[in-house]
T-cell receptor, first 116, second 115 residues
Framework: NAGVMQNPRHLVRRRGQEARLRCSPMKGHSHVYWYRQLPEEGLKFMVYLQKENIIDESGMPKERFSAEFPKEGPSILRIQQVVRGDSAAYFC??????????????FGAGSRLTVL | DQQVKQNSPSLSVQEGRISILNCDYTNSMFDYFLWYKKYPAEGPTFLISISSIKDKNEDGRFTVFLNKSAKHLSLHIVPSQPGDSAVYFCAASVGSGGGADGLTFGKGTHLIIQP
Protein backbone atom coordinates (compact mmCIF):
# COMPACT_ATOMS: atom_id res chain seq x y z
CA ASN A 1 0.00 0.00 0.00
CA ALA A 2 2.58 2.50 -1.13
CA GLY A 3 1.76 6.15 -0.97
CA VAL A 4 3.56 8.80 -2.97
CA MET A 5 7.19 7.75 -3.26
CA GLN A 6 9.92 10.32 -3.71
CA ASN A 7 13.59 9.66 -4.21
CA PRO A 8 16.19 10.47 -3.37
CA ARG A 9 15.18 11.68 0.08
CA HIS A 10 18.38 13.68 0.34
CA LEU A 11 20.53 14.95 -2.51
CA VAL A 12 23.71 16.99 -2.29
CA ARG A 13 24.98 18.77 -5.36
CA ARG A 14 27.73 21.28 -6.07
CA ARG A 15 26.94 24.50 -7.83
CA GLY A 16 26.60 23.97 -11.57
CA GLN A 17 25.62 20.30 -11.34
CA GLU A 18 22.26 18.85 -12.27
CA ALA A 19 19.66 17.57 -9.82
CA ARG A 20 16.99 15.04 -10.71
CA LEU A 21 14.17 14.34 -8.31
CA ARG A 22 11.74 11.50 -8.90
CA CYS A 23 8.15 11.00 -7.84
CA SER A 24 5.96 7.94 -8.21
CA PRO A 25 2.33 8.82 -7.55
CA MET A 26 0.01 6.86 -5.37
CA LYS A 27 -1.55 3.81 -7.00
CA GLY A 28 -4.56 4.86 -9.00
CA HIS A 29 -3.47 8.50 -9.19
CA SER A 30 -2.68 9.93 -12.59
CA HIS A 31 -1.89 13.54 -11.72
CA VAL A 32 1.19 14.92 -10.06
CA TYR A 33 2.05 18.26 -8.48
CA TRP A 34 5.46 19.55 -7.45
CA TYR A 35 5.91 22.03 -4.62
CA ARG A 36 9.02 23.68 -3.24
CA GLN A 37 9.58 24.70 0.36
CA LEU A 38 12.43 27.12 0.89
CA PRO A 39 13.85 27.43 4.41
CA GLU A 40 11.44 29.20 6.77
CA GLU A 41 8.80 29.42 4.04
CA GLY A 42 5.54 27.73 3.14
CA LEU A 43 5.10 25.34 0.26
CA LYS A 44 4.93 27.02 -3.14
CA PHE A 45 3.34 25.44 -6.17
CA MET A 46 5.66 24.75 -9.09
CA VAL A 47 4.00 22.53 -11.70
CA TYR A 48 0.98 20.28 -12.29
CA LEU A 49 1.27 17.34 -14.68
CA GLN A 50 -0.63 14.38 -15.95
CA LYS A 51 0.95 11.61 -17.97
CA GLU A 52 2.74 13.09 -21.01
CA ASN A 53 1.17 16.50 -20.45
CA ILE A 54 1.94 19.64 -18.45
CA ILE A 55 -1.30 21.15 -17.22
CA ASP A 56 0.02 24.17 -15.35
CA GLU A 57 3.62 25.28 -14.99
CA SER A 58 2.93 28.79 -13.78
CA GLY A 59 5.01 28.29 -10.65
CA MET A 60 8.14 27.02 -12.37
CA PRO A 61 11.16 29.30 -12.62
CA LYS A 62 11.66 30.27 -16.24
CA GLU A 63 15.17 28.90 -16.52
CA ARG A 64 16.99 25.73 -15.44
CA PHE A 65 13.87 23.96 -14.16
CA SER A 66 11.85 21.40 -16.08
CA ALA A 67 9.40 18.65 -15.24
CA GLU A 68 8.01 15.65 -17.01
CA PHE A 69 5.66 12.79 -16.34
CA PRO A 70 6.25 10.16 -19.02
CA LYS A 71 3.82 7.45 -20.03
CA GLU A 72 5.92 4.93 -18.15
CA GLY A 73 7.88 5.63 -15.00
CA PRO A 74 7.95 8.35 -12.38
CA SER A 75 7.57 12.08 -12.73
CA ILE A 76 10.92 13.84 -12.78
CA LEU A 77 11.77 17.36 -11.66
CA ARG A 78 15.06 18.40 -13.23
CA ILE A 79 17.16 21.34 -12.12
CA GLN A 80 20.10 22.21 -14.31
CA GLN A 81 23.16 24.16 -13.18
CA VAL A 82 22.02 24.29 -9.58
CA VAL A 83 22.72 27.33 -7.42
CA ARG A 84 22.71 27.70 -3.64
CA GLY A 85 19.25 29.27 -3.78
CA ASP A 86 17.85 25.99 -5.10
CA SER A 87 18.51 24.37 -1.71
CA ALA A 88 15.04 23.44 -0.49
CA ALA A 89 12.65 20.61 0.19
CA TYR A 90 10.79 19.53 -2.93
CA PHE A 91 7.45 17.85 -2.33
CA CYS A 92 5.46 15.85 -4.81
CA UNK A 93 1.73 15.27 -4.42
CA UNK A 94 -0.66 13.17 -6.46
CA UNK A 95 -4.39 13.15 -7.08
CA UNK A 96 -6.71 10.67 -8.77
CA UNK A 97 -7.94 12.85 -11.61
CA UNK A 98 -7.89 16.28 -13.16
CA UNK A 99 -8.79 19.00 -10.71
CA UNK A 100 -9.77 16.61 -7.96
CA UNK A 101 -9.68 19.27 -5.33
CA UNK A 102 -6.92 20.01 -2.90
CA UNK A 103 -8.36 17.94 -0.08
CA UNK A 104 -7.66 14.66 -1.87
CA UNK A 105 -4.01 15.41 -2.49
CA UNK A 106 -1.54 12.90 -1.11
CA PHE A 107 1.92 14.25 -0.47
CA GLY A 108 5.21 12.39 -0.55
CA ALA A 109 7.81 12.77 2.18
CA GLY A 110 9.84 15.16 0.09
CA SER A 111 13.33 15.34 -1.36
CA ARG A 112 15.76 17.65 0.38
CA LEU A 113 18.25 19.23 -2.01
CA THR A 114 21.39 20.82 -0.62
CA VAL A 115 23.62 22.79 -2.97
CA LEU A 116 27.16 23.31 -1.74
CA ASP B 1 3.72 39.46 -0.90
CA GLN B 2 2.51 36.84 1.57
CA GLN B 3 -1.16 36.22 0.77
CA VAL B 4 -1.59 33.67 3.55
CA LYS B 5 0.00 34.57 6.85
CA GLN B 6 0.64 32.48 9.91
CA ASN B 7 2.20 34.95 12.29
CA SER B 8 3.11 32.51 15.04
CA PRO B 9 6.10 30.36 14.04
CA SER B 10 5.56 28.21 17.13
CA LEU B 11 3.00 27.57 19.84
CA SER B 12 3.34 25.60 23.05
CA VAL B 13 0.23 24.15 24.72
CA GLN B 14 -0.25 21.85 27.68
CA GLU B 15 -1.70 18.41 27.03
CA GLY B 16 -5.46 18.39 27.50
CA ARG B 17 -5.86 22.11 26.86
CA ILE B 18 -7.13 23.80 23.71
CA SER B 19 -4.71 24.65 20.91
CA ILE B 20 -5.66 27.59 18.70
CA LEU B 21 -3.74 28.17 15.50
CA ASN B 22 -4.40 31.34 13.55
CA CYS B 23 -4.20 32.25 9.90
CA ASP B 24 -4.87 35.51 8.05
CA TYR B 25 -5.25 36.05 4.34
CA THR B 26 -5.24 39.11 2.13
CA ASN B 27 -6.73 37.88 -1.15
CA SER B 28 -10.49 38.39 -1.02
CA MET B 29 -10.90 35.97 -3.94
CA PHE B 30 -9.94 33.01 -1.75
CA ASP B 31 -13.03 30.97 -0.97
CA TYR B 32 -11.71 27.61 0.13
CA PHE B 33 -9.37 27.04 3.05
CA LEU B 34 -7.50 24.00 4.29
CA TRP B 35 -5.28 22.96 7.15
CA TYR B 36 -2.45 20.47 6.69
CA LYS B 37 -0.40 18.77 9.36
CA LYS B 38 3.22 17.82 8.86
CA TYR B 39 5.48 15.62 10.96
CA PRO B 40 9.28 15.80 10.54
CA ALA B 41 10.58 13.83 7.55
CA GLU B 42 7.05 13.31 6.24
CA GLY B 43 4.87 15.09 3.72
CA PRO B 44 1.93 17.28 4.72
CA THR B 45 -1.35 15.47 5.29
CA PHE B 46 -4.77 17.01 4.85
CA LEU B 47 -6.54 17.71 8.13
CA ILE B 48 -9.69 19.74 7.61
CA SER B 49 -11.14 22.28 5.21
CA ILE B 50 -13.84 24.93 5.06
CA SER B 51 -15.68 26.64 2.26
CA SER B 52 -16.43 30.35 2.43
CA ILE B 53 -20.17 29.65 2.56
CA LYS B 54 -19.63 28.30 6.07
CA ASP B 55 -18.18 29.84 9.20
CA LYS B 56 -17.43 26.61 11.04
CA ASN B 57 -16.51 23.04 10.24
CA GLU B 58 -15.94 20.37 12.83
CA ASP B 59 -14.29 16.96 12.64
CA GLY B 60 -13.74 15.21 15.94
CA ARG B 61 -11.25 17.18 18.02
CA PHE B 62 -10.59 19.60 15.17
CA THR B 63 -12.72 22.65 14.37
CA VAL B 64 -11.96 25.34 11.84
CA PHE B 65 -13.58 28.77 12.14
CA LEU B 66 -13.75 31.26 9.30
CA ASN B 67 -14.33 35.00 9.72
CA LYS B 68 -14.63 36.34 6.18
CA SER B 69 -14.99 39.99 7.14
CA ALA B 70 -11.74 39.82 9.07
CA LYS B 71 -10.11 37.51 6.50
CA HIS B 72 -9.14 35.27 9.36
CA LEU B 73 -9.42 31.59 10.11
CA SER B 74 -8.41 29.52 13.06
CA LEU B 75 -7.95 25.86 13.86
CA HIS B 76 -9.00 24.66 17.30
CA ILE B 77 -7.78 21.36 18.67
CA VAL B 78 -9.42 20.18 21.86
CA PRO B 79 -8.27 18.41 23.88
CA SER B 80 -4.67 18.63 22.68
CA GLN B 81 -2.72 15.39 22.65
CA PRO B 82 1.03 14.67 22.38
CA GLY B 83 0.53 13.26 18.88
CA ASP B 84 -0.73 16.67 17.77
CA SER B 85 2.82 18.04 18.01
CA ALA B 86 3.61 18.91 14.39
CA VAL B 87 3.83 21.81 11.95
CA TYR B 88 0.42 23.04 10.80
CA PHE B 89 0.05 24.76 7.45
CA CYS B 90 -2.88 26.94 6.50
CA ALA B 91 -3.68 27.00 2.77
CA ALA B 92 -6.19 28.83 0.61
CA SER B 93 -7.47 28.61 -2.92
CA VAL B 94 -9.97 30.16 -5.28
CA GLY B 95 -12.64 27.54 -5.75
CA SER B 96 -12.82 24.21 -3.96
CA GLY B 97 -13.08 22.24 -7.17
CA GLY B 98 -9.97 23.68 -8.62
CA GLY B 99 -6.66 21.98 -8.76
CA ALA B 100 -4.07 22.25 -6.08
CA ASP B 101 -2.11 24.46 -8.45
CA GLY B 102 -4.21 27.19 -6.95
CA LEU B 103 -3.19 26.48 -3.37
CA THR B 104 -1.34 29.20 -1.49
CA PHE B 105 0.31 28.08 1.73
CA GLY B 106 1.29 29.93 4.87
CA LYS B 107 4.71 29.44 6.44
CA GLY B 108 3.40 27.09 9.10
CA THR B 109 3.09 27.05 12.88
CA HIS B 110 5.02 24.51 14.93
CA LEU B 111 2.68 23.24 17.64
CA ILE B 112 4.32 21.68 20.67
CA ILE B 113 2.14 19.82 23.15
CA GLN B 114 3.71 19.76 26.60
CA PRO B 115 2.98 16.74 28.84
Amino acid sequence: NAGVMQNPRHLVRRRGQEARLRCSPMKGHSHVYWYRQLPEEGLKFMVYLQKENIIDESGMPKERFSAEFPKEGPSILRIQQVVRGDSAAYFCASSPRLYSGANVLTFGAGSRLTVL
Amino acid sequence: DQQVKQNSPSLSVQEGRISILNCDYTNSMFDYFLWYKKYPAEGPTFLISISSIKDKNEDGRFTVFLNKSAKHLSLHIVPSQPGDSAVYFCAASVGSGGGADGLTFGKGTHLIIQP
